[in-house]
């Protein structure tokens, strides 16, 4: 199997808070883990890649300062949005790689800021 | 810049007749090639991967792969209701990571 936990799975804070969300690979190990943002209706956008061990790699145009990431073991990586803002309500997802190529997905959290 | 392409839609098919959802892709060194389906709220789940040109099938499901063409297609026989979804097509390069590039998806609705 290649389960992928995700936590919370429905967030709600206050402006100027920071959330943590948890990706976990449940039944395999994750040579990489990614981070995605989607917005209602639109396509998913990749935000950052993540080794194991290493610094993670953002893509043009995501603040490396708010959006933490962290991936401390092969089953765990950490996105935590620091000084949330609404702007940044939207529904993150992981996805974890296994050895190949195929990604698979968490559940999603959904983060509402007010 | 590496692109993958889909038709938005959306797709409307009557049940039991067969959904073809297209896709096609800018660079000729992609090696692998996914199908996802999203439910709207929901996640994106992998149904279906491809490595090789040809066909594949899995169930209901045949992807079918073009790389001369740069083309890759997913049929869905006999579609049920539970089929309507957002079908996403995914191409992996070659870095390290085996990052995906993403189409933005095709809206198909199976009517009963």
């Known amino acids: 199997g290649a389960v992928v936990s995700q936590h919370p799975s429905r967030v709600i804070c206050k402006s100027g808070t920071s959330v943590k969300i948890e990706c976990r690979s449940l039944?395999?190990?994750?040579?990489?883990m990614f981070w995605y943002r989607q917005f209602p209706k639109k396509s998913l956008m990749l935000m950052a890649t993540?080794?194991?061990?290493?610094?993670?790699?953002?893509e043009q145009g995501v603040e490396k300062d708010k959006f933490l990431i962290n991936h401390a073991s092969l089953t765990l990586s950490t996105l935590t949005v620091t000084s949330a803002h609404p702007e940044d309500s939207s529904f993150y997802i992981c996805?974890?790689?296994?050895?190949?190529?195929?990604?698979?997905f968490g559940p999603g959290t959904r983060l509402t800021v007010t | 810049q590496k692109e993958v392409e889909q038709n938005s839609g959306p797709l409307s098919v009557p049940e039991g007749a067969i959904a073809s959802l297209n896709c096609t892709y800018s660079?000729?060194?992609?090696?692998?090639f996914f199908w996802y389906r999203q439910y709207s709220g929901k996640s994106p789940e992998l149904i279906m991967s491809?490595?090789s040109n040809g066909d594949k099938e899995d169930g209901r499901f045949t992807a079918q792969l073009n790389k001369a063409s740069q083309y890759v297609s997913l049929l869905i026989r006999d579609s049920q209701p539970s089929d309507s979804a957002t079908y996403l097509c995914?191409?992996?390069?070659?870095?390290?990571?085996?990052?995906?590039?993403w189409g933005a998806g095709t809206k198909l609705i199976i009517k009963p």
């Open positions: 996805s974890a790689r296994k050895v190949g190529y195929e990604q698979y």
């Open positions: 039944d395999f190990q994750a040579t990489t």
């Open positions: 993540s080794n194991e061990g290493s610094k993670a790699t953002y």
């Open positions: 660079d000729r060194v992609s090696q692998s």
């Open positions: 491809i490595y």
């Open positions: 995914a191409v992996s390069g070659m870095d390290s990571n085996y990052q995906l590039i």
